[in-house]
């Protein structure tokens, strides 16, 4: 049997729903319905990969750099269950009061000085971004640091832990800021659930 993603659609929106400011439900609830899409896709490619069985590397038709089966299946599957797993980060670190405490607050203020250098960086990295950015923890320096993505499946760093996922498309905010992406992440800071955030940070 095919591994296979449960769709959290109704859970995540519940987490939410009127909590997020000038971020609007509709727009949750439209956004939800891409990520839908993301794990139903998710399910389907890996139910392919179950169908092609153990594949012949010596079958160019199976494996090929230019193009193959396992190339087309399993690149695309990179695309399709980033879009499932960070839009699950997106949705679980909304909802709170935007003020961070505890172990998280102390790692910003150390890694980043000020919660308020934190916000013009992460800031920063959102509108520099053409799809994602991410907060992450870095294993290796035990610091966190703002991660620019342009896709789903774009700029993963190998050992680093995301936390925090913030979504630059415009599908997430053009709705309700049109063009002004600033305002909109402004807007997505001030409902961040700190302690969400916590939970997902790594224990030194």
Do not use: C
Request: hydrophobic content about 40%.
């Amino acid at each position: 049997m095919p591994h296979t993603y449960p769709n959290q659609q109704d859970a995540l929106l519940a987490k939410v729903k009127g909590k997020t400011g000038k971020i609007s439900d509709k727009t949750h609830e439209e956004h939800l319905k891409l990520y839908t899409g993301y794990v139903n896709k998710s399910n389907g490619i890996l139910a392919e990969i179950e169908k092609l069985g153990v594949p012949d590397p010596a079958n160019p038709a199976v494996a090929n750099q230019i193009y193959s089966t396992v190339r087309a299946l399993k690149v695309d599957f990179t695309f399709a269950v980033g879009g499932l797993k960070n839009h699950e980060l997106y949705f679980s670190i909304l909802g709170g009061d935007g003020k961070p405490a505890g172990r998280i607050a102390q790692h910003i203020d150390q890694d980043f000085g000020s919660f308020d250098n934190y916000k013009k960086d992460l800031k920063a990295t959102g509108i520099a971004a053409r799809g994602w950015a991410w907060t992450g923890f870095d294993h290796g320096t035990k610091k966190l640091f703002n991660y620019i993505g342009d896709a789903q499946n774009t700029y993963p760093v190998w050992g680093v832990t995301p936390v925090l996922g913030l979504d630059v498309y415009e599908h997430a905010y053009y709705a309700d800021f049109f063009t002004n992406r600033g305002a909109y992440i402004d807007e997505f800071l001030n409902f961040v659930d700190w302690k969400a955030v916590e939970a997902l940070l790594p224990k030194a």
